[in-house]
Structure formats: structure tokens, C-alpha cells
């Protein structure tokens, strides 16, 4: 059975930083392309960070670069996002995912997905 577990959200205030993890179970992630997604309040989902380990390309979405990172522990089975200087804009629930369509952009299209993380940033 494919599951895939989050953690690590939670309150931060801004400059604040956060490590989000994404448990795999039932499958390897190093078989898969992975991303992070978020989704606001009132907003469309957008897709964060995505790495591809065919190529090890990695993506990261204009209002995060610089300040996230992804990353991948075969060892654990799991993947990461560092979040560093936390701003408020970037509250939303934060989801993984498997079988990203990772590249110049990201898509979630034919995703498998984790049940989210809410990651708060407020003073």
C-alpha cells in the first residue's frame, strides 16, 4: 500500500525556519520523482519544489528560491523541505507528493499525494 506521511509543520514567526519531512511506505522514493505543493487559503495549489532523480534536477518555484531545499534520504525512505526565512505569505498546507512531472516547472497532475501540513507563519 502507497502512503506517504508529512510532518514537521507547524507555528513559526517570520524569518522563522522549518523542516518538513514526507515518510514513503509501501514503495522506494528513489523510484519516483518528488515534489512539495502548498495550497492557501482561498488559493489555487501551487506546486513548491520538485526533484528528479533521473537527472537529479531539482526545481524550485520563484517565491522560494533561495530559501528552500529539497532533499531526498534513501536510507530513511523519506524527503525533506528546508524552509528558511519563513515569510507570512507562506502559510499554507504543505503536501507531498510522488510521480511529479518535475522540469522547468512542476505538475501534479498524476500524482500520488500525502494528507497534508499546515505550517503557519505569523508574529
Known amino acids: 500500500q502507497v502512503q506517504l506521511v508529512e510532518s514537521g509543520g507547524g507555528f513559526v514567526q517570520p524569518g522563522g525556519s522549518l523542516t518538513l519531512s514526507c515518510a514513503a511506505s509501501?514503495?522506494?522514493?528513489?523510484?519516483?520523482?518528488i515534489g512539495w505543493f502548498r495550497q492557501a487559503p482561498g488559493k489555487e495549489r501551487e506546486g513548491v519544489s520538485c526533484?528528479?532523480?533521473?537527472?537529479?534536477?531539482?526545481y524550485y518555484a520563484d517565491p522560494v528560491k533561495g530559501r528552500f531545499s529539497i532533499s531526498r534520504d534513501n536510507a530513511k525512505n523519506t524527503m525533506n523541505l528546508q524552509m528558511n526565512s519563513l515569510k507570512p505569505e507562506d502559510t499554507a498546507v504543505y503536501y507531498c507528493a510522488i510521480d511529479v512531472l518535475c522540469g522547468l516547472g512542476m505538475w501534479g497532475d498524476y500524482a500520488s499525494w500525502g494528507q497534508g501540513t499546515q505550517v503557519t507563519v505569523s508574529s
Open positions: 509501501g514503495f522506494s522514493l528513489d523510484r519516483h520523482a
Open positions: 526533484f528528479r532523480g533521473m537527472d537529479a534536477s531539482i
